[in-house]
């Protein structure tokens, strides 16, 4: 006499399950289900030794279903509550089940089932239709056309498109690493928002130092403008061109991009914690050996001489951007010294990627970047600095963990990751 089901936390235990309140099983002597009672109905064949039974839920509809030997036997048992337990109950001394949760492969193919059910869910979602105000479906219009997008959706939208395709253009530079060239862009078409957010400003240059470090950005030596941070608490709060510069005093060595408001060229080695003696020894090689015709070697990049002296410059100028803006005005939450020593640590491990501050090359960290940028853009034009669908993402999110605590078994199949990429 063995019983397979599902029962409640404080079942009583001392009976097959189905016999007791709240309990469900199919029993293999008759063939029959019992719902929380002692009298079974007729529902399939029994079953013995050598047999395997499957027993599963469905949490989309809360229904219960069997298999015997890998064969669907049908539903049985319909509005389950919820937070149930696989029971196997037996009365016959000697009996001995083995069971499997999922660690081995089942006899009945449940895959089939969940997919369809996914599928399911996933075409309820998109079929619904959204009703929305045109400046509620800006954020929406990253990855197509405006035209195109008005064309499909029936939606207006607020923002000009050339400023839309603007914000895209940056997009595509910060997310390919090229953050020089998007500095570059960003003063071309806003000019003043990287005057009045200096600390988004350096957090972009932060950016392009690690960038370069991993090779997809670049610092090169050339002649150019020289530039001033001037006190941000002050009206004018800007940085602008001058012939003279209290960070830098010449214009030997600065960022590829003359418009980023940015000279890497600095004599004071005060200004960041490096030792010149020790950058020969940068990453576990010697980069004196160009001179002997032997290449200093990175897994991941080769850097000469020059280009790791262009980092250097580059990395304290921007140490001292930092403690000038630092000392003349309050700092910004997103910024600490933290970003800076991660930021110049990188430049000690052979391979920055098999680091401990390997998360600083990820993709993730571009993300964070574009979006603050793209947020102090939105916030200029007097639009919502937090796009509309980043909003709507994360409350669903949250609406999918409550629909979880709650046992709603749709939200199982209500993957957000999988929705966006359709």
Not at 141 to 149: D, S
Not at 180 to 209: C, G, M, N
């Amino acid at each position: 006499y063995i019983g397979v089901g599902l029962s409640v936390h404080n079942s009583n235990l001392n009976r097959l399950p189905g016999w007791e309140k709240h309990t469900f099983g199919y029993h293999g002597d008759d063939g029959h289900s019992f719902n929380s009672q002692s009298h079974g109905d007729p529902y399939g064949p029994t079953f013995t030794t050598g047999d395997i039974i499957g027993c599963g839920v469905n949490f989309v509809h809360n229904t219960c279903f069997y298999t015997k030997n890998g064969r669907n036997l049908g539903t049985v048992f319909s509005d389950l509550p919820h937070d149930l337990y696989p029971t196997v109950g037996m009365q016959t001394i000697g009996e001995i089940v083995d069971t499997n949760f999922g660690d081995e492969p089942f006899m009945y193919s449940i895959e089939d089932e969940i997919q369809e059910a996914r599928m399911k869910v996933s075409q309820t979602v998109l079929n619904t239709p959204v009703t929305s105000q045109g400046n509620s479906v800006q954020a929406m219009l990253h990855h197509a056309t405006c035209e195109t997008f008005s064309t499909i959706t029936g939606q207006s939208y607020k923002e000009e498109t050339t400023s839309i395709e603007n914000r895209q253009k940056i997009q595509a530079l910060i997310m390919d690493g090229k953050i020089s060239e998007a500095i570059s862009v960003t003063e071309k078409f806003y000019p003043t928002i990287l005057s009045d957010k200096p600390w988004l400003h350096v957090r972009l240059l932060v950016r392009q130092f690690i960038e370069a470090i991993d090779g997809s950005d670049t610092v090169s030596c050339t002649s150019g403008s020289v530039v001033s941070v001037t006190n941000p608490t002050s009206a004018s709060n800007d940085i602008v061109t001058s012939s003279s510069n209290d960070i830098s005093q010449d214009n030997e060595c600065e960022i590829a991009s003359p418009q980023n408001g940015f000279n890497s060229n600095v004599n004071d080695d005060s200004l960041m914690e490096v030792d010149d003696e020790k950058t020969h020894e940068i990453n576990g090689t010697d980069t004196n050996d160009h001179v002997n015709g032997v290449t200093p070697s990175y897994e991941n990049q080769n850097k000469s001489t020059n280009d790791l002296k262009s980092i250097l410059s580059f990395g304290k100028n921007l140490k001292a951007m930092y403690d000038k803006l630092k000392k003349e005005g309050p700092a910004d939450d997103e910024v600490d010294n933290t970003i800076l020593r991660d930021a110049f640590s990188l430049l000690a491990y052979r391979d920055p990627h098999s680091s401990p501050l390997a998360h600083l090359l990820s993709r993730k960290e571009r993300e964070s970047m574009y979006y603050a940028l793209n947020s102090a853009i939105l916030e200029a034009q007097n639009m919502s600095k937090v796009p509309a669908l980043e909003v709507i993402v994360s409350h669903t999110d949250g609406c999918l963990k409550k629909m979880a605590k709650a046992g709603i078994g749709t939200c199982a199949f209500a993957s957000l990751d999988k929705i966006l990429e359709c």
